[in-house]
């Protein structure tokens, strides 16, 4: 069944194709419904479709040698994943894991390609993900670096928030505590821990599967000093 064009112009990596484009992509894309913990992309293997998330959340894993998942980093709603792969026709580097149910649509590589040397925007909107992609993953081996779980959970909730420039911010469909600590590289229970500590701090309260920040200045003291607590 063919992807409605509206549903492809929403995403920012298309919005500037032609409508001749889009409607190949129409007929040529597929919509997924993904269930929870569902592998969406297999390391080592070549991806042979770029993912484009509808609603859900993603993330990017990768296992250490003795077996446990590392987290790289989340996949939100509006944004696409395996453009590497795609790229350069080689496997993917990570798994891509849906962590909570989710809606995707896959558009073959080929096609992708083929647009990647026609479109100089859809080229830049990619060049410039695979670069905060980068940035990204040199954040997260600093945020790993860092001594205390107090200093890497208010890190990581820093990186989620959508904005650094108000009083405080939401986090929409907040990973489990279980997710952030694989993001971190602890347990459940630290995270748990901390997450009970920063509460009774007044600065986070969650709203279901909602989490607000309530302080982002403090919170950014503490990532960088929990004696700042």
Do not use: W
């Not at 549903?7 to 990596?13: N, P, T």
């Not at 597929?30 to 993912?51: C, E, M, N, T, Y």
């Amino acid at each position: 069944m063919p992807i409605a064009p509206l549903a492809l112009k929403q995403f920012k990596l298309l919005e500037r194709l032609s409508d001749d484009t889009i409607a190949e992509l129409s007929e040529r894309a597929q919509f997924i419904d993904v269930p929870r913990r569902k592998v969406v992309l297999q390391k080592d293997k070549v991806a042979h479709s770029l993912g484009l998330l509808i609603s859900g959340r993603l993330q990017g894993v990768d296992m250490t040698l003795d077996g446990k998942e590392a987290g790289l980093y989340f996949i939100e709603p509006n944004d696409f994943f395996g453009e590497l792969s795609v790229i350069d026709n080689l496997p993917a580097s990570e798994y891509i894991i849906c962590i909570s149910t989710a809606k995707v649509i896959t558009i073959p590589a080929n096609i992708i390609r083929s647009i990647l040397a026609t479109s100089p925007d859809v080229a830049a909107i990619i060049n410039n993900r695979l670069a905060r992609r980068l940035r990204e993953s040199l954040s997260q081996r600093t945020l790993l670096s860092m001594p205390s779980p107090l200093q890497r959970v208010s890190a990581q909730l820093l990186h989620l928030t959508s904005s650094f420039k108000q009083a405080n911010s939401t986090i929409n469909d907040a990973p489990t505590h279980q997710e952030i600590a694989i993001m971190i590289n602890t347990t459940r229970e630290t995270v748990t821990r901390v997450f009970q500590t920063l509460q009774k701090k007044g600065l986070i309260k969650r709203n279901g599967n909602t989490l607000i920040v309530l302080n982002l200045k403090k919170l950014q003291r503490l990532a960088e000093d929990p004696n700042n607590l």
